[in-house]
């Protein structure tokens, strides 16, 4: 059985690509510089067949990490599952209910003008939470059967499919990013792109959120093979929030806030939530 902070729905949906295509890491169709490459790949918009088209910049493929899939794979098989696990899981969460309040209170008297995303949003719920505290937010989420719930169950609020490390969101457009337990599924030597990213959809003094499991450098990660009657083949990666606070510092979004919870009986690790600031 998952423990309800163990969701983490935060990665993305480039499409099959075309037979005959090369395996290995992102393949460009003409060579490009490395510099133009990374403008290129943050830029990039997904297109039919995998394909991402950037503006002005033509074609490139985008090859999708194994673990976005399996991830993909997992929560689309228990979106129905997961959503009544979830559904009044803030009730008796107060720490996790002040931080999010907390947060919304310096989105909303920051006086930015843009949006709030929450990336990795499953089904809705926190979305929906933020949305009743009075944020303008959509949800962002790699899993089309959990954005297939949160339409249903959250019809005034816009879901969108997505995944953390090339979000279709235009630069410097964002008053906030959410990613509630979004990154647990991300091996840790991605951490540095998903935040890289997170930088850059979010405006100069946006807020960003996270909420994660604790772990220690080189900890093993927990391996889940069955959730809700159904065969998964998910990994929860923990870290240490030192450690995320120093690579949120050298993202360009240093940590303002912490909380540190001691884990409960009911969990496997001590939780853990930073709120930290774009420059």
């Keep these: 059985m998952l423990a309800v902070r163990d969701e983490a729905l935060a990665y993305g949906t480039a499409k099959a690509l075309p037979e005959g295509l090369p395996e290995g890491p992102s393949r ?7 510099p133009e490459a990374t403008r290129q790949v943050r830029a990039a918009r997904v297109a039919p067949e995998g394909r991402c088209r950037s503006q002005g910049l033509g074609w490139l493929v985008v090859i999708e990490p194994p673990y976005v ?11 129905e599952d997961y959503v009544d696990f979830t559904r009044h899981s803030l009730a008796g969460k107060p720490f996790e209910r002040a931080m999010l309040a907390s947060y919304a209170e310096l989105v909303r008297t920051s006086g930015l003008p843009g949006p709030v995303a929450e990336v990795g949003c499953g089904t809705g719920r926190i979305t929906a939470h933020l949305h009743a505290l009075g944020l303008d937010v959509f949800g962002v989420d790699l899993s089309p059967g959990m954005i297939a719930v949160a339409r249903r169950d959250h019809p005034h609020i816009r879901f969108e499919e997505g995944r953390l490390a ?20 991300t091996p840790p030597e991605e951490h540095p792109a998903v935040l890289a990213e997170f930088h850059r959809v979010l405006a100069p003094g946006g807020h960003l959120l996270l909420a994660f499991q604790v772990g220690q450098a080189g900890d093993e990660p927990f391996h ?16 240490s929030p030192d450690h995320l606070t120093r690579l949120l510092a050298d993202a360009g979004v240093p940590v303002i806030a912490r909380l540190l919870c001691e884990r409960e009986e009911s969990e496997r690790t001590p939780q853990a939530y930073l709120v930290a600031r774009k420059r």
Aim: charged share 15%; hydrophobic share 55%; net charge negative.
């Design 224 to 239: 889940l093979a069955e959730a809700f009657g159904h065969q998964v083949a998910l990994d929860f990666h923990r870290v």
């Design 166 to 185: 090339a979000l279709d969101i235009a630069d410097e457009s964002l008053s906030g990013v959410v990613a509630w337990y979004s990154i647990i599924h």
């Design 69 to 79: 899939r399996v991830a993909r794979a997992a929560y689309d098989a228990m979106a």
């Design 28 to 34: 460009f169709s003409a060579p490009l510089p490395l």
